[in-house]
């Protein structure tokens, strides 16, 4: 799967339009899907969203539905969590609420610092989000509403 980039947060703050249309004409050159989203302006994710329904998949690092947002390793750590992983869901235009594809948790104890917790995560989202991205592409995955069905 080839990796291209498109506008980061810091280019779309000073002009949201434009860094829309390059990231919807990138995508059409390119005849790009799936999508993988890192991070991308608020402003530009309905219009996206409404052009690429069930195409833009993102990486949560975080066992959705919680801990939604930023930092999530910083409040799982805060709530004294035991259990932390990622989710692989489809992008809809309400942040981090779209169709889980693929998700995975593993045991940490009250011995594991912030850092030690974003370690592991990294590792647990590279491997759900490498499945999930399979499903997609293998035409696995079902979309009903708000919930997927996987054909493992």
């Known amino acids: 799967?080839?990796?291209?980039?498109l506008p980061?947060?810091?280019?779309?703050r000073g002009n949201k339009q434009a860094a829309h249309a390059e990231s919807n004409a990138s995508s059409r050159k390119r005849k790009a899907t799936p999508w993988c989203w890192r991070a991308i302006c608020r402003s530009s994710r309905p219009k996206l969203c409404a052009a690429y329904p069930g195409q833009i998949i993102n990486i949560h690092h975080s066992f959705l539905p919680s801990f939604v947002g930023a930092k999530p390793y910083h409040q799982a750590y805060q709530r004294g969590v035991k259990l932390i992983g990622a989710t692989c869901h489809y992008v809809t235009a309400e942040l981090d609420q779209g169709p889980i594809i693929e998700q995975d948790v593993i045991r940490i104890d009250h011995s594991d610092s912030v850092e030690d917790m974003v370690r592991y995560g990294k590792d647990i989202e590279k491997a759900v989000l490498a499945r999930g991205l399979r499903y997609h592409i293998e035409d696995r995955v079902l979309t009903h509403g708000n919930k997927t069905v996987v054909f493992r």
């Open 1 to 5: 799967m080839a990796r291209h980039s």
């Open 8 to 12: 980061s947060r810091a280019r779309c």
